[in-house]
């Protein structure tokens, strides 16, 4: 069964970048989808982006002109970098994998494994 | 920009029947997924493919899809089950994954 691991600076300065990693157990990182999702404090689940084998990325169309998500294959991990962070980018931040299914000539997309998330404080 | 509506909260005793509603523009082209959410911890996916039940979870969690709706039920709703519920499908070209604005559920 995978297993996932979040790690990175719990405190990140506005204007900077936040950095997070996702190690994968378990498993190997070149199958599957490799998502990001982050929670505000007393808030609800936001889709930050995914990356899947060959390296294709998608991202939620609000962020991605701010974050990238790559793949480290001979670590097992795969990252995220959120750029030009203010006080709105404060949240618990989850890493997780899943799959897709073809339905009605398009794709869906889940996530049945998650990371216990990781708190990012986005302040001066 | 497209969304997931679910109701902010639904409460119930124990025993009873709760069902939580996820609305979409999208839906009848997507399927839904759902998650189970308890205070300070990870989500969990508790249906799958709108009505598919993961292993390891209760017969008791069921789901079900009519037209832009779809719906979460839990028959004989248990104390352990007041936790946060969220929808997530996506949109209609599959290109980007979205969530429901979340269902508190309250076991009374």
């Known amino acids: 069964q995978v297993q996932l691991q979040e790690s990175g600076p719990g405190l990140v300065k506005p204007s900077e970048t936040l950095s997070l990693t996702c190690t994968v157990s378990?498993?190997?990182?070149?199958?599957?989808?490799w998502s990001w999702i982050r929670q505000p404090p007393g808030q609800g689940l936001e889709w930050i982006g995914f990356?899947?084998?060959?390296?294709?990325?998608n991202y939620n169309p609000s962020l991605k002109s701010r974050v990238t998500i790559s793949v480290d294959t001979s670590k097992n991990q795969f990252s995220l970098k959120m750029r030009s962070v203010t006080a709105a980018d404060t949240a618990v931040y989850y890493c997780?994998?899943?799959?897709?299914?073809?339905?009605?000539?398009?794709?869906?997309?889940?996530?049945?494994?998650w990371g216990k998330g990781t708190t990012v404080t986005v302040s001066s | 920009s497209y969304e997931l509506t679910q109701p902010p909260s639904v409460s119930v005793s124990p025993g009873q029947t709760a069902r939580i509603t996820c609305s979409g523009d999208?839906?009848?082209?997507?399927?839904v997924y759902w998650y189970q959410q308890k205070p300070g911890q990870a989500p969990v996916l508790v249906i799958y493919?709108?009505?598919e039940r993961p292993s390891g979870i209760p017969e008791r969690f069921s789901g079900s899809s009519s037209g832009t709706t779809v719906t979460l039920t839990i028959s004989g709703v248990q104390a352990e089950d007041e936790a946060d519920y969220y929808c997530?499908?996506?949109?209609?070209?599959?290109?980007?994954?979205?969530f429901g604005g979340g269902t508190k559920l309250t076991v009374l």
């Open positions: 997530q499908s996506a949109d209609s070209s599959g290109t980007y994954v979205i």
């Open positions: 997780a994998s899943g799959g897709n299914y073809y339905v009605s000539g398009t794709y869906s997309y889940y996530m049945d494994v």
């Open positions: 999208a839906l009848p082209k997507q399927y």
């Open positions: 378990g498993g190997s990182i070149s199958s599957y989808y």
């Open positions: 990356i899947y084998y060959g390296g294709i990325t």
């Open positions: 493919k709108d009505s």
